[in-house]
């Protein structure tokens, strides 16, 4: 069924460990069980959310019911008269700097004048119960003057008379790409795309431990993506020095991108400084929506021009990014969309505009695949509407435009790795399809004979516990038909479609970032053996980044005890949990840091001494390193050239789904992917990231969507909020590729963000050839296939000479 | 702030208490109730606990033939040991939330509930079961399925009531339920349908789900195929379950929602109308004479690709599976 292949052909060779037997099986190359899976598993990891002091009370925040309104006055009294509670803080009460932000400091820590988001924190409040912090919570009196919201993106982008919801405009950046001049072609496509606003749906909700010291500091606990911006935020909002607000990482319960901003870290640490108690915020799953960045929804056009053969003369597009109420990561997004806005595609004339824009909308920011994902889903559709028009086949077409080692991306720069797209493509193409389903044998799936007494047996596939019945091969499974258990087809109305989607991602940080990570290595004798400390700063979100630095302290060390730290700022910043960087860059700091140890090893090592006995005699060693990927480059703001990617990753994928084109209901059969990611660390951990990138995208094709009319978010839970299921994400086959980049720790290249992006346009082309829908925007919803698909069916402007 | 938690360890002690605190939310599986807590839309002064009460959890075979279904009875244990007497209801139940939830989860806080979408309505309204409600003060009252369901989550349960089961008679014909939701499992309906073949009557029962302020009947639509099905061939004429669809649409009166558009779901209810019809009696044909009405003579099953209901009638092509 399931199953991965590695090519060993190809950069596979054991690192050998140094002493002898030492580190060879958990090294790098190998499944290294993860230290906190067992944990994981049965219930006993500690995450963030349950973190306790014994004299710890309890943080909770008052939310702006508006889009946007102006604040007349702030009551704090009501809450304050409630017993238990010990303070309710307001704006006036931030001791430092009153905004942050990622990029520009443009968030206030709490609203002062006016709110920009449903959503946004006015007050905190904090009690001796979590109950009744809330309760005092709502019993602030906030006198709101609702104002006009901007909720258009496009008005907002290029309408004068729209409203600004920051002074200075409303267009956070507007990155153009200019390559070439010769914007004609015998062949011509046209498309709009609409990207609906994804949520990162990690499980564990915001939540952390700030506790008063008595330097005048704060100690926080909290699940987070990169402790030290973090702390580069809350330092100047608490008007304290940095090395006073000391942050250690607590359990991640999942990331993808949403705790890359700030959430409830300043409002605790402010509550902590104040009542000089511990105190501790937990977002419920409601709050949760409001309280992190989602995926910038999108709506591009796109226009390609082609040779009658199918070969790309030119792209032009416009990407319109929705960024919300504050600035977050918006212009990095941009910068992405942008320089990847054509995709892994040789293409000699270009000219795209890529906007970001504020609004009134939930703010929107990181999240896994950022801003490459939105541009991947438009440009595929575009490439599948190209085969289309040329008389190719989805393949053939991409196959012909592929990128390889040497191409130029359209800002310029030469990918200088392999990249081999066309041979991913033919072997995804190559592997075997999954079986035609037997009721296509019959002209309807028939279910078994009824009668009042086995009417059950009919449709009782599974048994009471969800568990397949055994023989049901034989009979069709209503678990292999779209609508499942819950029985909307036998079989009627289904067709099956396979379509293809291939994606590049930037790994790492790019456009002249000073991208960075630190590991410390100490190497020392602990009950008379050598025993390897690894401390950085960076965070284990779930992705198996602690696995990972062990595997390299062994391989590079020799030694098979390695413990790698609970991450915190007391060494210097490893960089965010994002961008698909930490294996590349704390790898490459922890490999740096091995290493010279490593040679102070061998200096202080007396002849035919082993290592037990020179740790012995000369003491522990320890190394600090600081490792950085070759430098980026901005991209040109007139013509979005430059070098301003680290690294580029390929995935491609190959969807095939059972759509019932009547009901709009979709099974998606299996997903197939080929991703190159230059050495494989961890064989299990590499699957796990491109199952669950898979699935993500398969998410955003098909049904994860925050629903958001006239700024206001709908369906803030997982009652409506829906993640697929074991039986919406189906098998898959996976074929990995390591041929390795010359300029990146051990050749790897960043894995976790590519299957995320080629999944969703490949979902989509496949409900396309099954139903014969245009279906531009994802999520694709029953109601676009049942109701409305057809209304696309003739796009104007589309010609082929 | 307190709140009292009530624990009866019988039936009579349950409706005592409810009597002297009316407000008191009762709690079976508490699948619905603790969601409502916990998200705040509740605050009761106090709760009371069903599930000492051992009654609740029990069913039996009543002398007039029908079941008597406790209220307490789990999802899980309806499919396990009524699955083959209550198709329809079973079926239903397989498509409540997961496993955990089937296992603590019951009919009783289903009709307690008396959500819209609530899973477990449209098959009670099919089958013509009736709920058997008490009140310490007045006794027993039987409320037939489709006048219990009042409003948007109300009931004509009475403040002092509580439910005690539901009677329903076994399955005389085939029954389908069917429910479509944005995901393959573990979600809400955005609208569902059931039928119910009541041959020895020569009728058919429905109920729709999440398409209407309550779970309601297709009047319309049963009148249809009382008078239109013939019951004594077999034959089934391939217009005619479309036009059944129609008229089940045509009972739904949807609103546009999180979860999908009136539009969309009035045409799925009569997809799922036309299907589960389509199916149904194709069972009752294919199970032979037996089964089949008393007078359905012998060479009549119809097997697939036979002439009758080859495929969906209703459909505008074969079912047929393209690549590519
Ligand atoms: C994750 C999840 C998924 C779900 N999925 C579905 C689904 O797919 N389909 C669906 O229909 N529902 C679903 N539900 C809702 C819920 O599980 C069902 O409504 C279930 O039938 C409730 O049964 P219960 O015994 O848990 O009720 P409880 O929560 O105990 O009670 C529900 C209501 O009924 C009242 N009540 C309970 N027993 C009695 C009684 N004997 N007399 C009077 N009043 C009573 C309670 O006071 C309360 O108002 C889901 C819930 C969750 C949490």
Redesign the pocket.
């Known amino acids: 069924m399931s199953g991965t292949e590695t090519r060993p052909d190809r950069g596979q060779s054991r690192e050998r460990g140094h002493g002898p037997g030492v580190g060879r099986d958990l090294g790098v190359g190998h499944s290294a069980p993860r230290p906190d899976g067992t944990l994981k598993v049965t219930g006993e990891f500690a995450y963030s959310s349950d973190l306790y002091l014994a004299d710890m009370v309890w943080g909770a925040t008052l939310r702006g019911p508006h889009p946007s309104a102006r604040i007349r006055s702030v009551d704090v009294g009501p809450a304050l008269a409630m017993p238990g509670v010990l303070a309710a803080l307001t704006c006036e009460d931030v001791p430092g700097e009153l905004f942050y932000g990622l990029d520009r400091r443009d968030q206030p820590v709490l609203a002062a004048d006016r709110v920009r988001y449903q959503g946004e924190p006015v007050a905190i409040v904090a009690a001796d119960h979590p109950e009744r912090a809330r309760r005092a919570a709502a019993a602030i009196v906030v006198d709101y003057e609702v104002t006009e919201a901007v909720t258009d993106p496009r008005r907002a982008a290029f309408d004068p008379s729209c409203p600004a919801v920051h002074d200075g405009g409303n267009v956070v950046r507007h990155q153009p790409v200019r390559v070439g001049g010769d914007f004609t072609a015998p062949v011509v496509v046209t498309g709009e795309y609409e990207v609906g606003m994804q949520d990162q749906a990690f499980l564990g909700p915001e939540s952390g431990l700030a506790v008063p010291a008595e330097d005048g500091g704060v100690d926080l606990f909290v699940a987070t993506q990169w402790l030290h911006v973090d702390r580069d935020q809350i330092a100047p909002c608490l008007g304290l020095p940095p090395e006073l607000v000391r942050l250690t990482l607590a359990g991640v319960g999942g990331a993808f991108g949403a705790r890359e901003d700030l959430s409830m870290q300043v409002h605790a640490c402010m509550l902590a400084l104040r009542t000089g108690r511990p105190v501790k915020m937990v977002y419920g799953r409601q709050e949760s929506f409001f309280g992190h960045v989602h995926r910038h929804p999108a709506r591009m056009r796109y226009e390609h021009g082609a040779d009658l053969d199918g070969r790309l003369r030119y792209v032009r597009a416009e990407i319109l990014l929705d960024g919300g109420a504050y600035c977050s990561s918006t212009p990095a997004v941009v910068g992405n969309a942008a320089s990847l806005g054509v995709g892994p595609y040789e293409v000699p004339n270009v000219w795209i505009d890529a906007y970001g824009v504020y609004t009134n909308n939930p703010p929107c920011g990181a999240m896994r695949g950022f801003g490459a994902v939105q541009a991947c889903f438009a440009y595929e559709s575009q490439m599948d509407r190209l085969a289309e028009a040329c008389g190719l086949s989805p393949v053939e077409v991409r196959v012909r435009n592929a990128v390889s080692q040497g191409s130029r991306l359209a800002t310029g720069q030469v990918i200088d790795s392999p990249a081999p797209l066309a041979g991913m493509l033919r072997e995804l193409a190559a592997m075997p399809l999954p079986p035609e389903p037997s009721r296509t044998a019959g002209p309807v799936a028939v279910p078994p004979p009824a009668g009042p007494a086995r009417a059950a047996a009919a449709t009782s596939v599974p048994d009471p516990a969800g568990v397949r019945a055994p023989g049901a091969a034989a009979t069709p499974d209503l678990l292999d038909l779209p609508g499942g258990v819950a029985q909307t087809t036998h079989g009627e109305g289904v067709r099956r479609g396979v379509g293809y989607g291939v994606g590049i991602k930037n790994i790492c940080f790019s456009e002249g970032f000073d991208d960075h990570s630190t590991a410390r290595v100490r190497v020392e004798l602990l009950g008379g053996e050598p025993h390897v400390l690894v401390r950085t700063a960076a965070a284990e979100v779930g992705q198996g980044l602690v696995t990972v630095q062990e595997q390299i302290a062994r391989t590079e060390l020799g030694v098979e005890r390695v413990t790698v730290a609970q991450a915190d700022t007391t060494v210097g910043s490893a960089g965010s949990t994002s961008a698909s960087r930490q294996s590349y860059v704390t790898g490459g700091a922890v490999r740096a840091a091995c290493r010279a140890v490593r040679e102070r090893l061998a200096v202080l090592r007396a002849n035919g001494e082993t290592l037990a006995e020179t740790l012995e005699r000369a003491g522990a060693v320890e190394e600090t390193r600081v490792y950085r990927h070759r430098p980026t480059f901005p991209m040109d703001p007139v013509t979005g050239q430059g070098d301003s990617h680290a690294q580029l990753a390929l995935c491609v994928h190959r969807a095939v789904v059972d759509v019932d084109v009547e009901l709009g209901l979709v099974k998606v059969v299996e997903l197939a992917a080929v991703q190159d990611v230059g050495r494989v660390l961890n064989p299990l951990a590499l699957e796990g990231q491109i199952h669950g990138g898979s699935a993500q995208g398969l998410g955003l094709a098909l049904m994860e969507e925050v629903q958001v009319v006239d700024g206001r978010v709908l369906n803030p839970s997982?009652?409506d909020y829906l993640i697929p299921t074991i039986l919406d994400m189906p098998p898959m086959r996976v074929s990995v590729l390591a041929n390795p980049d010359p300029h990146a720790p051990y050749g790897l290249r960043g894995a976790g963000e590519p299957p995320t992006l080629s999944s969703t346009p490949a979902v989509a082309a496949a409900v396309r050839a099954a139903t014969g829908l245009r279906l531009p925007r994802v999520p694709i919803r029953p109601h676009d296939i049942a109701m409305d698909g057809s209304r696309y069916g003739n796009w104007a402007g589309d010609r082929s000479l | 702030m307190t709140m009292d938690f009530l624990r009866p360890a019988t039936w009579a002690e349950?409706l005592e208490a409810?009597a002297e605190r009316p407000g008191a939310?009762?709690?079976?599986?508490?699948?619905?109730?603790?969601?409502?807590l916990n998200f705040d839309v509740r605050r009761p002064d106090a709760l009371?606990d069903?599930n000492r009460v051992a009654a609740?959890g029990e069913w039996s075979a009543e002398e007039d033939g029908r079941l008597r279904v406790g209220?307490?009875v789990?999802?899980a244990r309806l499919i396990a040991e009524l699955g083959d007497r209550l198709p329809g209801l079973a079926q239903?139940a397989r498509?409540?939330?997961?496993p955990?939830?089937r296992n603590?989860?019951?009919?009783?806080?289903?009709?307690?509930?008396?959500?819209p979408?609530?899973?477990?309505?449209p098959p009670l309204l099919a089958a013509g079961a009736e709920i058997e409600?008490e009140s310490a003060a007045r006794g027993v009252r039987m409320i037939p399925a489709e006048e219990f369901y009042l409003g948007v989550k109300r009931s004509a349960?009475e403040p002092d009531?509580?439910?005690?089961a539901f009677w329903t008679r076994p399955a005389g014909g085939p029954q389908y339920f069917s429910?479509v939701?944005t995901r393959n499992a573990?979600?809400?309906?955005v609208c569902s349908f059931a039928l119910a073949l009541h041959p020895a009557e020569r009728r058919a029962g429905t109920g729709i789900g999440s398409a209407a302020p309550t779970p309601r009947r297709a009047v319309a639509a049963e009148e249809f195929l009382a008078a239109e099905l013939d019951w004594d061939t077999g034959r089934l004429d391939p217009g005619l379950p479309r036009r059944f669809g129609e008229l089940a649409a045509g009972a739904a009166s949807p609103i546009d929602d999180v979860r999908g558009t009136a539009a969309y779901r009035r045409h799925a209810v009569a997809v799922l109308a036309r299907r589960t019809l389509t199916w149904a009696w194709h069972d009752l044909w294919a199970a032979g004479p037996h089964e089949g009405p008393h007078d359905g003579p012998r060479g009549r099953v119809r097997r697939p690709g036979g002439p009758v209901a080859p495929g969906d009638p209703g459909d505008p092509e074969k079912p047929r599976r393209e690549a590519g």
């Open positions: 997982f009652t | 349950a409810k939310v009762p709690v079976q599986g508490g699948t619905d109730v603790m969601v409502e009371l069903l609740l209220a307490g789990t999802y239903a498509t409540v939330g997961s955990q939830i603590r989860g019951t009919v009783g806080g289903n009709l307690g509930a008396a959500s979408a609530g899973d477990g309505h409600v349960l009531e509580l439910i005690r429910k939701g573990m979600v809400i309906a």
